[in-house]
């Protein structure tokens, strides 16, 4: 059985590489596009700006201090920028108007409010149209309400521990908390840095995946019509062994192509694409799922060249949709929702967040997740489907 399998891996290989094929769309290609997308848009990406405005209807110590906070933070000192306003219907009339991307409301008493260890809440106000000022106004008033819980704790413990209450203020102050650490939290989805090289480098990888697949989709429905496979079926091994042959040469073939991408980019750019590990763990989750919805594919398909319609079909879609061509962070919200039913989404997704925040698998585990649950389904409906027709 094992030895029939390797026969026919070897022999669809060594078909792969005399006709040109497996050269050019997994090794060539994939390479030129993202070599020429890397050197045509690479570098980073123009500098994020964020404008938000400040509704101060406390004129409290509280409010003063956050902004002195967050305009002297390293992370946020290149990318905030803040604008007062005098009441929270200007702020909101200056949102809809695209001048500020979010808000945040300071309502009155908010500053002795929090002194006196009975909390208080701050509004925030954000617009689909400025996705990074909302993460970063979100990210403040995530901070802020931290610090306002912590203080809240902080006098109450202090009263029941017998602090009189005229000395309880100066007595959280000398032994409380310095004050928020604000800093705002990488996400690929909303608009995270990474570098072009990088994103288009992984996006002609994801995309090329499918395509190289793709060859040995239809070298299976050109041996069906030559009559190859019912010979297969006459011989004394497993029908199955075509299909897995064929399927084993297409995902080795995949992987590898992303593979090349991707020690290509590494090399030319010498931009990281993040943790070795986490990267070809995705790299093979994807090849994997490719070729499970490849073949689910070329068991429907009557013909060789129906099969090569539907597959370009599906990995351009999957493409524009997962992110591969343009960055899931433009897309509409509806395609955003929709790029998590394709492995490409996930894909782009994991990869980006490798790129960005330099973690390792675990930060991945989700996208991986979910693309080994899209292989498994696919690949058992296409194993399904091809035990019902293959030889038909």
């Given at each position: 059985m094992l030895r029939a399998l390797l026969v026919v891996s070897g022999h669809e290989l060594r078909?792969?590489?005399?006709?040109?094929?497996?050269?050019?769309?997994?090794?060539?290609?994939?390479?030129?596009?993202?070599?020429?997308?890397?050197?045509?848009?690479?570098?980073?990406?123009?500098?994020?700006?964020?404008?938000?405005?400040?509704?101060?209807?406390?004129?409290?110590?509280?409010?003063?201090?956050?902004?002195?906070e967050a305009m002297e933070s390293e992370e946020l000192q290149d990318i905030l920028t803040l604008e007062s306003f005098d009441?929270?219907?200007?702020?909101?009339?200056?949102?809809?108007?695209?001048?500020?991307?979010?808000?945040?409301?300071?309502?009155?008493?908010?500053?002795?409010?929090?002194?006196?260890?009975?909390?208080?809440?701050?509004?925030?106000?954000?617009?689909?149209?400025?996705?990074?000022?909302?993460v970063v106004a979100t990210s403040m008033v995530d901070r802020i309400s931290a610090l306002v819980e912590a203080r809240t704790l902080a006098v109450r413990a202090s009263l029941d521990a017998g602090v009189p209450s005229d000395e309880v203020g100066e007595f959280v102050e000398a032994n409380g908390a310095e004050g928020p650490a604000l800093t705002l939290n990488s996400d690929p989805m909303t608009g995270g840095s990474i570098d072009s090289s990088v994103y288009y480098g992984s996006g002609m990888a994801v995309l090329f995946a499918f395509l190289v697949v793709g060859t040995s989709a239809r070298s299976l429905l050109t041996e069906r019509q030559n009559g190859t496979l019912s010979r297969i079926r006459a011989a004394p091994v497993p029908p199955w062994t075509a299909v897995a042959g064929k399927g084993l040469v297409g995902f080795g073939l995949a992987l590898t192509s992303m593979c090349v991408t991707w020690g290509s980019s590494v090399l030319l750019f010498g931009t990281s694409w993040g943790d070795p590990l986490a990267v070809f763990a995705l790299c093979a989750a994807h090849a994997l799922a490719a070729t499970a919805i490849t073949m689910l594919i070329a068991s429907g398909a009557k013909t060789d060249a129906q099969a090569d319609g539907f597959n370009l079909g599906i990995a351009f879609v999957f493409a524009v949709l997962g992110g591969s061509l343009v960055p899931l962070y433009n897309l509409p919200d509806v395609l955003q929702t929709l790029a998590l039913i394709t492995p490409n989404g996930w894909a782009s997704t994991g990869l980006s967040e490798l790129a960005v925040s330099g973690g390792g698998i675990g930060a991945v585990a989700i996208p991986l997740a979910v693309i080994g649950g899209i292989a498994l389904v696919t690949g058992a409906l296409a194993a399904l489907r091809f035990r019902k027709g293959l030889f038909g």
């Open positions: 078909t792969r590489l005399r006709d040109g094929t497996a050269l050019l769309i997994a090794l060539v290609a994939p390479v030129a596009l993202a070599s020429m997308f890397g050197f045509a848009l690479g570098g980073d990406d123009p500098p994020l700006r964020a404008t938000i405005g400040i509704v101060d209807l406390d004129g409290g110590q509280f409010p003063a201090s956050v902004q002195s009441a929270e219907d200007d702020a909101r009339a200056a949102l809809d108007d695209g001048g500020i991307g979010a808000a945040i409301v300071f309502p009155p008493g908010f500053s002795d409010s929090v002194g006196d260890g009975r909390g208080g809440e701050v509004d925030v106000m954000t617009s689909e149209a400025a996705p990074l000022a909302g």
